[in-house]
């Protein structure tokens, strides 16, 4: 009876142990996100639009929590933004956008300034926010200077990648 | 040839042959270094015949009592380990049945949730976002290592070139927003 009994729960925890290997992996790529990222240079007066073609966009797959990191590198400025998905409640998710933009103003030689900020924003699935990194002018029209807008968007990243 | 001292022990002792001892018998009647040693033999015999027997009844006894005791106590073999009996009560049986299944199960349970982990998302009223995540980044990355596309790489990072004759200026803080700046002209 003893022998029966260890071998039955031998038996029973390694069928436990290799579902929970497979379920962990189908787990893991079921949760799995892709974020879209579009972004626009604006010129002096003209609104940000982006484009609706998935192919001019950059494709990044990752998991809730895990960042995607973006560096936009220019003459005078270099942005470096972290994107941070996370579960939220009511299946939305939380975006932390952590972001360094270091710059150099035209008019001040040899000066560089640092501006470190973190933003976040609840969104849910399928939806686009948009990130200014260099925030937003009053009077764009104005000005002669560019500036810059992401848009975000976050997918299932099943969802994107049927035919693979 | 004169006989050695064994066989005419032997011949002493009537152990030898009836041609032999005829032999010997006429050999003796000739030769006087013979008759000497065999006058030596029968002296000992005689004596040894004559000493006391040791008495052996208690030494004897003693060790047929001890025979006689190992014969009557019990003997203990032990058994081989998985052929042993054990009787267990059915109701015990069952309670311990009961509780390794309960036990494996938690087990099971909560090693699943280990690997899924945890997070907690608590917004300060001083407006910043704290963040608690109770799961291992490194079994996470064990576990994007082990997807089997490497053409899919999961997380990084990517580098935007920005045109080099746009020149861009800090115009406020950041914005994070789910709606396009409206105005923005």
Not at chain 1, 107 to 135: H, M, Q, R, T
Not at chain 2, 86 to 103: C, D, E, I, K
Not at chain 2, 137 to 150: C, D, R, T, V
């Amino acid at each position: 009876m003893k022998r029966s009994l260890a071998l039955f729960l031998l038996f029973l925890l390694g069928m436990e142990a290799s579902a929970q290997d497979a379920d962990t992996l189908e787990f893991q790529i079921d949760e799995a996100l892709q974020i879209n990222i579009g972004y626009r240079l604006l010129s002096p007066g003209e609104m940000p639009v982006f484009s609706e073609d998935p192919s001019q966009r950059t494709q990044i797959p990752t998991f809730a929590g895990n960042p995607v990191t973006i560096w936009l590198k220019g003459t005078n400025v270099i942005i470096h933004a972290v994107l941070t998905p996370y579960p939220s409640s009511g299946g939305k998710l939380l975006l932390l956008a952590q972001c360094q933009v270091w710059y150099s103003e035209p008019s001040v030689e040899n000066e560089v300034k640092v501006l470190s900020s973190y933003k976040s924003i609840d969104l849910a699935l399928g939806e686009k926010v948009f990130f200014y990194p260099l925030g937003v002018p009053d009077e764009m029209h104005n000005s002669e200077l560019f500036n810059i807008a992401l848009e975000i968007e976050i997918t299932s990243y099943q969802d994107q990648n049927q035919d693979r | 040839m004169c006989p050695d001292l064994h066989t005419l022990s032997a011949y002493l002792d009537g152990e030898v042959a009836v041609r032999w001892a005829q032999e010997i018998e006429q050999h003796l009647a000739q030769c006087g270094t013979c008759r000497t040693q065999l006058q030596r033999l029968t002296e000992v015999k005689e004596t040894l015949s004559r000493a006391e027997t040791p008495d052996h009844s208690l030494p004897k006894q003693r060790v047929w009592t001890r025979i006689q005791l190992d014969q009557e106590a019990p003997t203990y073999s032990a058994a081989p380990f998985m052929k042993r009996r054990v009787n267990v009560p059915l109701p015990l049986a069952a309670a311990m049945v009961t509780v390794l299944l309960v036990m494996g199960f938690a087990l099971a349970f909560f090693s699943a949730r280990a690997n899924v982990g945890t997070m907690k998302i608590t917004k300060q009223p001083s407006g910043t976002t704290e963040v608690l995540l109770q799961t291992s980044i490194k079994e996470i990355q064990q576990i994007l290592g082990s997807l089997e596309s490497p053409s899919v790489q999961f997380g990084g990072e990517v580098v935007i070139p920005l045109p080099e004759d746009a020149a861009f200026i800090m115009t406020g803080e950041p914005i994070l927003t789910r709606d396009r700046i409206q105005g923005w002209r």
